[in-house]
C-alpha cells in the first residue's frame, strides 16, 4: 500500500447501487485502498461484475442484492455484511434512478413517488441500519451519503430529483447531529457531470451530446470520471477525514462557482 494515498486497509464497507456507475468506481476504489467491500445493487449481473473486477484486482469482496428501497432488504443487507466479514465501518450511499423529466404541473406522480423512494428514502433506511449496525458494535465509522449538484441547485423539468437530493443533505446534516458524540461521522459528495449510465440516460433524454453539455456544466469543459467522485468517497471513508462531519462535498469541476 503506496502511504501518500488514503488508506482503508482493515476497513469493511457497503456501497449501493455498485453494479455500474459511480457506484461500481468506488467500490473498486475501496477496496483497492485496502477495504473488504460489500458490493450491493438491485441488479445482480452487474454486482457480480464487481465483485469480480474487485476480486481479479487483488481486492475482496461480495456481492449482495438489494432493493434499497425496500427496509426489509436493507436490514438483510447488514444482516449479510456483518455475516460475511463481521462488522461495518463505512458506507457509501450511492444508488439512485434517473431524474424525472417532467415541469411541475404535468408531473407523474407516481413517478415522483418512485424518485423519492429510490433517491431519499433510500438514504434513511441505509442510514438507519448502518448507524444501527455501529452502534451496536460500539466503534467509529463513517457513513458517505452520494448527493449532487442538484442537491444545492435545481434543475427545471426534475423537481423529484433535485427534492430528494436536497433532503440527502438534510438527512446527512441531521445524521451527523445526531451521532456525533458516538464517533459515528456523516458526510455527502455531491457530483457534478459525470460519464455513467445514469449521465450518459439524462443527455439523451434532453436531446444534448457531451460536447454541447460540458462547458456549461464544468469549468474544466469535460464531464467528470466516476474515479475523481470515488476519491472524495474514499477519503471521506478514512480516518483522513476525521475532524469532517455534516459536510457536503461538491465534485463537479467548479460547476457551482458561477
Ligand atoms: N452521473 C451523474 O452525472 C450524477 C450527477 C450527480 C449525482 N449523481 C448521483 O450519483 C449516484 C450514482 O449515479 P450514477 O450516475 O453512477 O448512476 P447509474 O444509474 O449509472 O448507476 C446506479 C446504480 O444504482 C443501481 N440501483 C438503481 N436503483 C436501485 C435500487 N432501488 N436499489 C439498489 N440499487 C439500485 C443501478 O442498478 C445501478 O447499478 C446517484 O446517487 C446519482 O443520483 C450522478
Redesign the pocket.
Known sequence: MNPNLVSLEGKVAIV?????????ATAQLLAARGAKVIV????PA?AAETVAAIRDAGGTAHAVV????DEREVEALLAETVATYGRLDCAVN?????PDTLPIHEADMAVFDKVLN??LR?VMLCMKYEIRQLLAQGSHGSIVN?????SVRPQPNNAAYVAA?HGVIGLTKTGSLEYAGRGIRVNAV?????D????R??LDANGFTVEQYAPALSLFNR?GK?EE?AEASAWLCSDASSYVTGHSLAVEGGYLTR
Open positions: 449501493t447501487g455498485a453494479g455500474v456507475g459511480m457506484g461500481a450491493s445493487d438491485i441488479n452487474t438489494t432493493n434499497v428501497a450511492n444508488a439512485a434512478i434517473t429510490v433517491d433510500s452520494i448527493g449532487s449538484v442538484s437530493k455531491l457530483p457534478g457531470a459525470i455513467t449510465p445514469m449521465f440516460a439524462a464531464i466516476p467522485v
